[in-house]
């Protein structure tokens, strides 16, 4: 079992930046593809960043591209997700993803088997 918790979220202005953190529990993180999603109200939730297991690749949604950055610090089971020049259609609430059985990472929700509790981010105009 792998359990997630993001933390990190907030309230900003337009052009903000926000970090938010996803710290996994078990012993096998290392070789976890993981992602982040996002689930505005009335909504359906999308994909917004993955990593594989070794930090090498990242993949991002084009609309976060160039502002948002995946890292991730398997010495520390934990992933990051940097949000720069935020816009007010970044508000959601924002979720990690743990995809155990694959290591790339992956824009496919259905690809993931653990999920964390969700942290809101706000970007007021």
């Known amino acids: 079992q792998v359990q997630l918790v993001e933390s990190g979220g907030g309230l900003v202005q337009a052009g903000g930046s926000l970090r938010l953190s996803c710290v996994a529990s078990?012993?096998?993180?290392?070789?976890?593809?993981m992602g982040w999603f996002r689930q505005a109200p009335g909504k359906e939730r999308e994909f917004v960043a993955a990593i594989s297991w070794s930090g090498s690749s990242t993949y991002y949604a084009n609309s976060v591209k160039g502002r948002f950055t995946n890292t991730r610090d398997n010495a520390k089971n934990t992933v990051y997700l940097q949000m720069n020049s935020l816009i007010p259609e970044d508000t959601a609430a924002y979720y990690c993803?743990?995809?155990?059985?694959?290591?790339?990472?992956?824009?496919?929700?259905?690809?993931?088997?653990?999920w964390g509790q969700g942290t809101q981010v706000t970007v007021s105009s």
């Open positions: 078990g012993r096998t993180f290392s070789s976890y593809g």
């Open positions: 993803a743990a995809d155990a059985t694959g290591h790339s990472g992956s824009s496919n929700d259905n690809e993931y088997e653990y």
